[in-house]
């Protein structure tokens, strides 16, 4: 195929838009490495538009949006006096301020009291950052202890509960495999059941003694722990 | 609003190269787009193509008003020594802003003829596709073709006139 000077700056952008068909683009090509007028063309065409793509952005000028805003929507409404007062506090009964009020003192109460502040003797040294951090960390190693003294108290009372448990089931293991023959020489048993033997007795007394120390302790848990005596007693 | 209102300004700063008018005039395709909302299908292209065409528009009507000062502008730039006195006369930020290649393409850009440089922008600096030229011009897909070719060949010789080759 033979390919003129004229037909290179008529396909040019094709070519370096990457849209040319594959066979004339060979042909373009050819023509090129050995044209002394095109290859110039070509290159210089490349570095035009590979400088055009290269130009930054340019910046706005400063308010040029608020300059458009206002020659289309017109001016705003500059209002001065009692009237710009007016518009200010419609401003603060909006629902959205009244949100953000409230989620703001929420979270400064919270903060406050965390940190220690005591609400009905107030005082402005109890603001201060050092005092803040200060009560802040006495309140969370007192609150640490708390909860690992709320846990331990928990194992303790669930340890007398299994106990208890072990116990309430003994009598059914050790004392049924007892021959019935043992009833007979007990005399003054009217009831007809078997009675509790010395060792089970004191053992039950000493976990309701326990008990009724670990309620007068922890108040918390008194009333778990009152079921669980009274559960003893009935037994 | 942000979005837009930089690329009408970039497209009028690229095809006028100049700060001022260039402010002047995306306010007014702003406002132009504002008024004829109503007017605009979505059929004919997307929301940017219709307010790219505006502005378009916008730029031919200046283009045209402000034919005459840049009769004698045109005369001035023939004459290098006088091309390099304009350049040095921009505002310093504006020089701080464009680099001196940039500047120099910028300058080569202006000397485009209008229908030549509208399209080298939509198509290199707007990165717009040949369908959407081809909207915002209103003219066939081939004439948009044969405008981003002749323009970019112009502006190639043009910057090889003022000494910008390839490196």
């Excluded at chain 1, 400063?62 to 206002?70: A, G, Q, T």
């Excluded at chain 1, 020659?71 to 500059?78: D, F, M, N, S, V």
Aim: aromatic letters at 6%.
């Amino acid at each position: 195929m033979t390919w003129t000077c004229e037909q290179t700056e008529l396909y040019l952008t094709d070519y370096l838009d990457g849209l040319l068909q594959p066979e004339l683009k060979q042909a373009l090509d050819l023509h090129v490495n050995s044209c002394e007028r095109c290859a110039p063309l070509v290159s210089s065409v490349t570095h035009a538009i590979t400088s055009l793509r290269a130009l930054p952005e340019v910046e706005t000028p400063p308010r040029f949006v608020y300059n458009i805003l206002d020659a289309t929507l017109g001016p705003r409404e500059t209002v001065t006096g009692w009237a710009a007062v007016r518009a200010w506090v419609r401003g603060l009964a909006s629902p959205r301020f009244a949100y953000g009020s409230v989620s703001v003192a929420a979270t400064f109460l919270m903060l406050v009291t965390v940190s220690g502040f005591n609400w009905k003797k107030p005082r402005v040294a109890d603001l201060a950052p050092a005092n803040i951090y200060r009560n802040t960390s006495r309140q969370m190693h007192l609150a640490y202890a708390r909860s690992t003294k709320y846990v331990s108290d928990l194992r303790v009372v669930y340890e007398i509960q299994s106990r208890l448990r072990q116990d309430n089931e003994l009598p059914t293991n050790t004392e049924g495999t007892a021959p019935d023959s043992n009833r007979q020489k007990d005399p003054g048993r009217t009831d007809g059941t078997a009675p509790a033997t010395p060792r089970q007795q004191n053992r039950a007394n000493d976990i309701n003694s326990h008990l009724q120390v670990l309620a007068e302790e922890l108040p918390m848990l008194s009333g778990k722990l009152c079921v669980v005596l009274t559960e003893g007693r009935t037994r | 609003m942000r979005r837009h209102s930089r690329r009408i300004f970039n497209i009028c700063y690229r095809f006028t190269g100049n700060r001022t008018e260039s402010e002047d005039l995306s306010q007014d395709v702003f406002l132009r787009v504002y008024r004829t909302l109503g007017s605009y299908r979505s059929a004919h292209g997307g929301f940017a193509t219709w307010m790219t065409s505006v502005t378009r528009n916008l730029l031919i009507d200046h283009y045209r008003r402000t034919k005459r000062d840049r009769i004698t502008d045109s005369l001035d730039d023939t004459m290098p020594a006088v091309e390099n006195k304009q350049s040095s006369a921009r505002r310093p930020d504006e020089q701080a802003l464009l680099g001196e290649l940039s500047s120099q393409v910028q300058s080569a850009l202006t000397r485009l003829s209008p229908e030549l440089r509208e399209a080298v922008i939509l198509r290199d600096l707007q990165q717009l596709e040949y369908s959407e030229i081809q909207i915002v011009l209103s003219v066939p897909e081939g004439t948009v073709k044969s405008r981003i070719n002749r323009g970019r060949i112009e502006l190639a010789r043009i910057l090889q006139q003022m000494g910008v080759r390839p490196s």
